[in-house]
């Protein structure tokens, strides 16, 4: 009888090189650390930990506050990139940190974790959000039909559904508005994950509030105060064209045409 022969994707997978011999690494993070019950004053606390290279930042964080100082203070829930709760700044760059592996951070020199940007620091790398779920909230995010109810569901073609597919993904993980510098300069600017919001019913053909959405985004706080600087679509962890959905509501607004 021939002997069975293992496909490739039955074995094991090989050792990474850098990891052969161990898969552990003594690795520094750099968080920058807020109370307001302690200090005014935000400060950098270097933590060193031995961890698989292959671990996530949101491991590290977990490591870190079961075994070492259980007062740092974070938002996560899902721990698999769904949930949006745990975005945070990355070595400088907005991620999530559930979907961020250590190895590709350069684990050789400290890694930085700090709160994102442009909404107030409650404690640690936790921020106020309620001024982000309330721009969502301003643009509608629901389905506005009139009429009466339909005796059947609201049929779409294929065509129509994909006019919007891209918005669809959005977690609401609030990375693109907090990596956005108008955002940063003056929290009364919708932002970008609003607008993906908005852009998401405004291009659904079963919605009829979309001019009511375009008015909202029309306002001195909208649309028009985007600078397409592109670090929205740089930052969204869906892989959203952040931007470009941006484009649309503002050549909606032109044309009138959606
Ligand atoms: S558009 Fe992307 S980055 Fe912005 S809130 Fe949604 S998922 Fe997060
Ligand atoms: S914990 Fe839910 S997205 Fe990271």
Known sequence: MATPTLEKADMAPEPEAGFADSPYITATFRIRRFNPEVSDEAQWQDFQIEIDPKERVLDALHKIKWETDGTLTF????????????????NGKNRLACKTLIKDLNPEKPITIEAIKGLTVLKDLVVDM???????RDVMPFLITKGNEPTRERLQSPEDRERFDDTTKCILCAACTSSCPVFWNDGQYFGPAAIVNAHRFIFDSRDEGGEQRLEILNDRDGVWRCRTTFNCTDACPRGIEVTKAIQEVKRALITRRF
């Open 75 to 90: 938002r996560r829930s899902c721990a698999h990139g769904i949930c949006g709760s745990d975005a945070m700044r990355i």
């Open 130 to 136: 309620d001024p982000f779920f309330q721009a969502y």
